[in-house]
């Protein structure tokens, strides 16, 4: 069992040449969002972008991209057709495997919601996708029901639950979960063979070779709502970049609390947004070194 540090970060940062250009720089599909909860999809963008990826390209309902763009100009939108409720329609699954393909990684989850349609395209991309994955919230509780899937995955898997949603993935209750939290997230990273990140005071970072890492940063503060799509878009924007599952992992959660303790430094636990975190981001880095 190790404690992360910003060495994690300097491991996961890509090194940008002087010829970089944003085809050299990663790039991110990010398939997220719902009508009612674009703002998960606009925090996961906007700390993507923070974390140095080429290219962003979000796809998401399209009575949310107005929304959306309106918050982030620095992206490619693929605005989709959605079911009658605007959640993303299971129609658009062969649109986003083909621009999977063209991407470095795929992040899927931030405010998705959970429908037929949507637990039929995660399962699409859990089995048929060949790019790095984050799956986070309603990724997962998409999967709840049968995790036995990630089994069939072709690709590398990070997942970020906070302890309810590992619940629901292992059958525990939030209570055994938060009592076992190293041992449960190493038995679901072997078991299933990815990496787990289980969110909480302290995040556990497990690998499927029994790997353990415990994260030495963040606060209080940090306990609201869009604080984890923050952390999914670091994560996913590290993975793009080519850093391995486990690194992007660590430095993602690593540099996410970093981020959370300089805004509670700036604004209080009491204030502090988690769109405060994002625009910290920079100034972590550079605590980082980079």
Avoid: W
């Avoid at 990496?195 to 497990?206: P, S």
């Amino acid at each position: 069992m190790e404690r992360t540090d910003k060495n994690f970060v300097k491991r996961a940062v890509f090194n940008r040449p002087d010829d970089a250009n944003k085809g050299s720089c990663g790039s991110l599909l990010s398939i997220c969002g719902c009508y009612g909860m674009a703002g998960a999809a606009i925090m996961a963008g906007r700390s993507a972008l923070k974390c140095g990826i080429g290219l962003l390209k979000m796809a998401l309902p399209k009575s949310i991209y107005p929304i959306a763009s309106q918050n982030i100009l620095e992206s490619i939108y693929y605005p989709l057709s959605e079911t009658v409720d605007g959640k993303i329609s299971v129609e658009n699954t062969d649109f986003l495997l083909s621009q999977a393909e063209k991407s470095s990684a795929v992040l899927i989850g931030c405010g998705l919601s959970v429908c037929s349609d949507t637990k039929q395209l995660v399962a699409s991309f859990i089995q048929n996708c060949t790019k790095p994955m984050v799956l986070d919230a309603d990724a997962l509780n998409c999967i709840c029901d049968n995790p036995e899937i990630l089994k069939s995955a072709k690709t590398s898997i990070i997942i970020t639950p906070h302890p309810g949603e590992m619940s629901r993935l292992t059958g525990l209750t939030v209570q055994e979960v938060n009592k076992n939290r190293e041992e449960v997230a190493v038995e679901f990273a072997k078991k299933y063979g990815v990496v787990c990140v289980l969110k909480g005071a302290g995040t556990v970072i497990a690998d499927k070779e029994g790997k353990v890492l415990i994260n030495t940063t963040g606060n209080s503060g940090m306990a609201t709502g869009g604080s984890g799509d923050a952390l999914a878009g670091i994560v996913s924007a590290f993975s793009a970049q080519g850093a391995s599952a486990l690194d992007a992992a660590a430095a993602g959660v690593y540099l996410h609390g970093l981020a959370g303790d300089i805004a509670k430094d700036k604004f209080g636990k009491i204030s502090m947004l988690p769109t405060d975190l994002i625009d910290c981001i920079h100034l972590a880095f550079q605590h980082c070194g980079l």
